[in-house]
């Protein structure tokens, strides 16, 4: 059987004005899809900054839903709410909705519908999940979950939470190799920002898998600093649980930085083995 992971956090976009409000709104070209398709993409502050990463799906002409890895669908609703103005958009996140692993699936893969949601996720070797909609809580797996993590991690899938909104251009996080930025789409939210660093370059900073000696998994948001220096050198964007007193990080990094820079948590409470 599959295993389940975790709750995952689902927005519905609903209404007659869904698909056009979330293609002004979203860094992906949400007019490209149809019905059973999904895409990754972002929501941009209007200086560039991503405040979510998501993977959006077209359930039907007039529904769209967002699964955000490590975001609030409540306070993305509550906030993406303010720019509906005449539009005929309702936005309310779902509840009872779990993330379910299909490896261990023993080749009973659940059919994509509109209560089920299967996902090909990268890495190596590829994964592939599943999103299920179940009123009562199952079993959580959770050495599998961190186990998940820390594929997610060696993917280099940049997860936003709370803690790292709107610090991090799309090109910082990687987004557009996951093809989550369309340069051709129009206008939505920072556009400007992603086409001039797209076209004119200026984007320094890089999104990296880590690993730390420490015996807590640094929080998001966790500062990198060069030892020896106060300067900030970068963030960790989120950690899976120490074994044997390695941690995996996925963290944002300067693309210049040194290579015999001595990379450290500015806690004190880590030091970053490798990049």
């Known amino acids: 059987m599959p295993d389940t992971l975790a709750p995952a956090q689902i927005l519905e976009i609903s209404g007659l004005d869904a698909r056009a409000f979330a293609h002004a709104q979203f860094t992906s070209n949400v007019d490209a899809l149809v019905d059973?398709?999904?895409?990754?993409?972002?929501?941009l502050d209007p200086a560039g900054r991503v405040r979510n990463v998501f993977a959006l799906l077209r359930s039907r002409e007039d529904r769209l839903l967002a699964w955000l890895p490590r975001g609030d669908a409540a306070s993305m609703a509550k906030?993406?709410?303010?720019?509906?103005?005449?539009?005929?958009?309702?936005?309310?996140p779902l509840a009872g909705r779990w993330l379910l692993d299909l490896q261990a699936a023993d080749g009973r893969t659940p059919e994509q519908s509109t209560d089920t949601w299967i996902?090909?996720?990268?890495?190596?070797?590829?994964?592939?999940?599943?999103?299920i909609d179940c009123d009562t809580e199952p079993p959580l797996d959770a050495d599998r979950l961190q186990a998940w993590v820390r594929e997610d991690i060696?993917?280099?899938?940049?997860?936003?939470?709370?803690?790292?909104?709107?610090?991090?251009?799309?090109?910082a996080l990687g987004l557009d190799r996951l093809g989550a930025v369309s340069l051709d789409k129009g206008c939505y939210p920072g556009q400007e920002i992603v086409a001039r660093l797209h076209y004119r370059g200026g984007n320094k900073r890089t999104c990296v898998p880590l690993k730390l000696e420490?015996?807590?998994a640094p929080a998001p948001g966790a500062v990198i600093e060069i030892a020896g220096s106060a300067s900030v050198s970068g963030r960790i964007l989120y950690a899976a649980q120490p074994r044997d007193g390695i941690c995996a990080?996925?963290?944002v990094l300067p693309i210049d930085l040194p290579e015999d820079a001595r990379l450290r948590l500015a806690s004190g409470s880590g030091?970053?083995?490798a990049t």
Do not use: H, N
């Open 214 to 216: 420490c015996d807590l």
């Open 271 to 273: 030091v970053i083995l």
């Open 249 to 251: 990080a996925l963290g």
């Open 154 to 171: 060696a993917a280099g899938l940049p997860w936003i939470g709370s803690e790292t909104a709107e610090e991090f251009t799309p090109q």
């Open 36 to 43: 059973g398709q999904w895409q990754w993409s972002a929501w």
């Open 119 to 131: 996902l090909d996720l990268p890495g190596s070797p590829a994964r592939r999940a599943a999103i």
């Open 79 to 92: 906030r993406l709410s303010m720019y509906v103005l005449r539009s005929k958009v309702r936005m309310q």
